[in-house]
């Protein structure tokens, strides 16, 4: 072997070390980001959909629920102000639970299955507290939800998995309220 090539030999290990070693930090730098923006996806959405609240609602109840009296009064602050709370509720339950993910990386059920089942929670809350609290008092709201606690959970549940349907959960959250206004009338009518 002549004596340039055997030079060479190190450095080209080295490039090739190196390219492998920042092709690894890209795949694993782009992972981490697109993990936690699907963590903190709900928690945007939430706060988002606090927005359009009462036009979806409006719009729903118009619809389906004709004869409803006006919705008590709430100003876009106690509704902003619920949502924002709540959604930092949402980002530090999917940060504690952050470390489950990664433990069970590995197991990608046990990953899902915790996702569902702490969104599922979270959103059910989020969602059934702000379409409940335009006709109920806080202390109703709170009562009739923990009535139906598991009924609410299993809503939520199906909020979550909207969310994580790429394209779909674009219009997720519209979908969302207005299946919450339904399950709202729902629990209430039967007390």
């Not at 106690?78 to 197991?107: D, K």
């Not at 996702?115 to 409940?132: I, K, M, Q, T």
């Not at 979908?175 to 009518?189: C, I, N, S, Y």
Request: aromatic fraction near 12%; include cysteine.
């Amino acid at each position: 072997m002549p004596a340039r090539a055997r030079a060479s030999s190190p450095t080209m290990f080295i490039r090739w070390s190196s390219l492998r070693m920042s092709t690894l930090t890209d795949w694993l730098t782009g992972a981490s980001i697109f993990l936690v923006a699907l963590l903190l996806f709900p928690a945007l959405v939430s706060t988002v959909v606090a927005v359009f609240l009462e036009e979806i609602c409006a719009a729903v109840e118009d619809k389906h629920y004709p004869g409803l009296p006006d919705p008590r009064p709430q100003a876009i602050t106690e509704v902003l102000l619920q949502t924002l709370a709540f959604s930092g509720v949402i980002v530090a339950a999917n940060l504690l639970a952050l470390p489950v993910y990664v433990f069970f990386w590995w197991l990608g059920p046990v990953n899902l299955l915790v996702f569902y089942v702490l969104n599922g929670y979270l959103l059910s809350r989020e969602y059934f507290e702000l379409v409940a609290s335009r006709r109920l008092g806080p202390g109703d709201v709170k009562a009739l939800r923990r009535t139906h606690l598991g009924y609410l959970w299993v809503a939520g549940a199906v909020i979550a998995f909207i969310l994580t349907i790429p394209v779909v959960n674009m219009f997720a959250p519209i979908a969302a309220t207005a299946f919450m206004l339904h399950v709202f009338e729902r629990l209430r009518r039967k007390g």
